[in-house]
T-cell receptor, first 115, second 114 residues
């Protein structure tokens, strides 16, 4: 079945450490997105990529980094510079041909907790 | 700038009650697309409906219905005869050809009690 796989489901990080969240899709989608979800704040866009080897900052990119070396993969690194990384992270993808006007497909998310 | 407002943070109802979730949007584009997603406790966002700006017909899908009114920039979602399985966070979202992203509202948490 086609879809988006995010791993791990739960992740614990010590303060000062970088951590990488995985996102893989087999939908042959060109565009991929990372959102952060905090209680009461909805989904905020961190980074997005519309094509391999290219990506753009979203609304809250500070303290995060991404790479897009393969069409199927869009990993997100939460760096030690991110002041409050504890949150739920969602990865999504869409076909570039329609620029996302048919909506996105979402993964099941990774819950990151700083301990 | 585009914006989506879901003023209801949390709604609680008893099973079999009808409930309406409000969504108000802002955009300067004449062609745009509105969405509703459901987020159950498992966390994944599930697509419910997509509506383009040229189609103001209301839509019904089983117990779900959507009321799109351009005059008030609203795209409200009604669940008829709610069930416990409807308990989730519901997000309204907006995009257009002039933007690269889906803009989400802050979500409404619906709790349906037996």
């Amino acid at each position: 079945d086609g879809g988006i796989t995010q791993s791990p489901k739960y992740l614990f990080r010590k303060e000062g450490q970088n951590v990488t969240l995985s996102c893989e899709q087999n939908l042959n989608h060109d565009a991929m997105y990372w959102y952060r979800q905090d209680p009461g704040q909805g989904l905020r866009l961190i980074y997005y990529s519309q094509i391999v080897n290219d990506f753009q900052k979203g609304d809250i990119a500070e303290g995060y980094s991404v790479s897009r070396e393969k069409k199927e993969s869009f990993p997100l690194t939460v760096t030690s510079a991110q002041k409050n990384p504890t949150a739920f992270y969602l990865c999504a993808s869409s076909s570039n041909r329609d620029r996302g006007i048919y909506g996105y497909t979402f993964g099941s998310g990774t819950r990151l907790t700083v301990v | 700038a585009q914006k989506v407002t879901q003023a209801q943070t949390e709604i609680s109802v008893v099973e079999k009650e009808d409930v309406t979730l409000d969504c108000v949007y802002e955009t300067r584009d004449t062609t745009y697309y509105l969405f509703w997603y459901k987020q159950p406790p498992s966390g994944e966002l599930v697509f419910l409906i997509r509506r383009n700006s040229f189609d103001e017909q209301n839509e019904i899908s089983g117990r779900y219905s959507w009321n799109f009114q351009k005059s008030t920039s609203s795209f409200n979602f009604t669940i008829t005869a709610s069930q416990v399985v409807d308990s989730a966070v519901y997000f309204c979202a907006l995009t257009s050809h002039n933007t690269d992203k889906l803009i989400f509202g802050t979500g409404t948490r619906l709790q349906v009690f037996p």
